[in-house]
């Protein structure tokens, strides 16, 4: 029998055995560095000789990996042998596909510590971020087994006399998963992971940044006894193989997690129907945010600025549903502000391959230089209230940072910026802080901290975001309890950890028999 849901805990790193146990998965992972690392297609490895280089972003001279690169060639082998694997795997039970992701997770339970210290590493994440990074992998694989199981049971129809109806769901063919690097282990899990249990061959491009580790979900699913050529893993540069797996005239669905930049352009090259295609593409894009907590006058204030704090700068704001604005009422303002600075002030920075820290790196020089600028930007729109640091000389090291009196319209309050950088402005009322929540062209997360229900009431209809929360920060999400995705340029708001996610890989058919 399948236990009911529940999910990963997380690790207590104040709990001394924790952090020895997370010490010596460190020093394991630490011993594996630098190992080259080959492309997965039909189950054969393959490694080229040009490499993707993956470094720690807490220290620049570290390589974690060097990763074989596919090229257009490796994607067409990749689609034929997940064309191949399609013919058997899709004749699996519900039931058996579910099972296969049950052991998987199993084997990331029991090598939880290992799969985190990667992320450390690969990713640049403080402890409890991994872990949580972790844990959520663990959960999309017994959340998505669970709703096979349920969705294999079809749909209850009417029937009338000498008539069965039968509504059931089937697989869809190949697709292509292209996920971001900031959840570097939960998305790829997830997004891999759904369209496989519901019956579809996979070619996984994983991100440039965090190959790595995404590699290690492939040899886990391999562990499992996932057959050859359901999962190909295909890294390479995505101004080489991304068009072209997108444009595949194979290619299904294309289940991609990213920027608004990327997830549009792969929205559009997807609906041009190619020669020889004889399907539409669906399209799964999960795209920016530009989230926004309100602050009312009826709140407590204390929870007010730790969520702001927390949900602005844990894992350096590179979370699509970071707190990048804070909307606080006027009678309010000043409290809050001077509230979150003395919290932010506590904050450390520095590598978590080495401490536990609560900030680490950004993930590249590009994203450093990125915030870099936004920071300049930030000082010429609003009044640097805290931080403003930088230091790019061993790893690209960002100290949290807090911007006053900003503007609705101005660029830091508009822009997905995706490091640690949080802009306050004030309101006069209720009716102001829901019109500059909504003021961006993104709607992914949003919270609320206030007292008065009525103004809860009206947030729940009218804050236009796909995950609202009240009296609790805007990040977080946990699969099953908060299913995840936005509204409006952020995406197609599809609900990942939901129980709505495995139809987006599923297609469903209505048998009608007259007897
Ligand atoms: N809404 C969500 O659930 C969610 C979750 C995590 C991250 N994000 C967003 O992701 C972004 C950060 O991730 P990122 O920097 O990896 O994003 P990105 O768009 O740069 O890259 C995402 C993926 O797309 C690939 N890619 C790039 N160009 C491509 C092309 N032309 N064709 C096909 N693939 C291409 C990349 O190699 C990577 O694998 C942020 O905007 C963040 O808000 C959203
Ligand atoms: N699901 C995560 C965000 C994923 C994007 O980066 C959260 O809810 O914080």
């Known amino acids: 029998m399948v236990l009911p849901f ?7 790193f104040k709990d001394e055995r924790n952090r020895q146990e997370f010490e010596v998965a460190l020093e394991q992972v630490k011993g594996e560095l630098g190992k080259d690392y080959p492309l997965v297609i039909n189950g054969e490895k393959i490694f080229t000789d040009d490499k993707l ?15 074989s690169k596919a090229t257009k060639g490796h994607v067409d082998q990749a689609m034929d042998s997940a064309n191949h694997a399609f013919k058997t795997w899709k004749t699996w039970t519900a039931e058996e596909r579910a099972d296969l992701l049950f052991r998987a997770a199993a084997i990331v339970r029991r090598r939880k510590h290992e799969f985190s210290a990667w992320l450390v590493l690969d990713a640049g994440k403080p402890w409890d971020q991994a872990d949580g990074d972790t844990a959520e ?33 089937q697989p869809m063919g190949p697709g292509v998963v292209i996920p971001p690097w900031n959840f570097a282990f939960a998305i790829v899990c997830g997004t891999v992971a759904a369209p496989i249990v519901a019956g579809n061959p996979v070619l996984l491009k994983p991100s440039e940044n965090t190959p790595v580790i995404a590699y290690k979900l492939v040899e886990v699913l391999e562990e499992a006894g996932l057959p050859k050529g359901v999962l190909n893993f295909i890294p390479g540069d995505p101004a080489e193989i991304g068009d072209y797996l997108v444009d595949h005239k194979e290619t299904h669905f294309i289940n991609f997690t990213g920027s608004r930049q990327t997830g549009t352009r792969i929205y559009e090259r997807a609906a041009k129907v190619q020669d020889g295609q004889q399907f ?6 999960e795209m920016g945010g530009k989230d926004t907590i309100i602050v009312d ?13 927390n949900s602005a700068f844990g894992f350096s704001g590179q979370k699509c549903s970071a707190c990048s604005r804070a909307v606080i009422h006027q009678d309010v303002y000043d409290a809050v502000l001077e ?26 020089q590009k994203q450093f230089d990125k915030i870099k600028d936004y920071i300049e930007i930030g000082k010429a729109e609003g009044e640097l209230a805290y931080g403003g640091g930088t230091d790019d000389s061993q790893g690209f090291f960002i100290h949290p940072t807090i911007f006053k009196d900003v503007g609705p319209k101005a660029r830091i309050m508009q822009e997905e910026i995706f490091g640690p950088v949080v802009a306050f402005t004030r309101a006069a009322d209720f009716d102001e802080m829901l019109e500059i929540a909504n003021n961006t062209e993104y709607g992914l997360t949003g919270a609320v901290i206030s007292n008065n229900r009525e103004h809860l009431n009206r947030a729940r209809y009218e804050f236009h975001v796909g995950n609202l929360y009240f009296n609790r920060g805007c990040t977080a999400a946990i699969v099953g309890y908060q299913p995840f995705g936005g509204f409006k340029m952020s995406g197609t708001d599809s609900k990942a950890g939901g129980p709505d996610y495995l139809q987006h890989f599923l297609e469903a058919k209505i048998v009608s028999e007259t007897f």
């Open 6 to 12: 529940k999910h990963e805990p997380f690790t207590d």
């Open 53 to 67: 280089i993956s470094i720690n972003p807490g220290n620049k001279e570290q390589v974690i990996g060097k990763v």
């Open 137 to 169: 992998g663990i959960d999309f694989l017994e959340y998505y087994g669970r709703q096979m199981i349920e969705l294999g049971k079809g749909k209850p129809l009417a029937d009338r006399p000498n008539e069965h109806n039968a509504y059931f769901y």
């Open 280 to 285: 539409l593409k669906r399209v799964i894009a």
């Open 297 to 309: 006058k009826d709140a407590d204030l204390e929870l007010a600025a730790d969520a702001i704090v």
């Open 339 to 364: 509230k979150s600075i003395e919290l932010t002030k506590k904050l450390t920075v520095g590598n978590p391959s080495e401490e536990n820290v609560y900030m680490g790196p950004v993930v590249n």
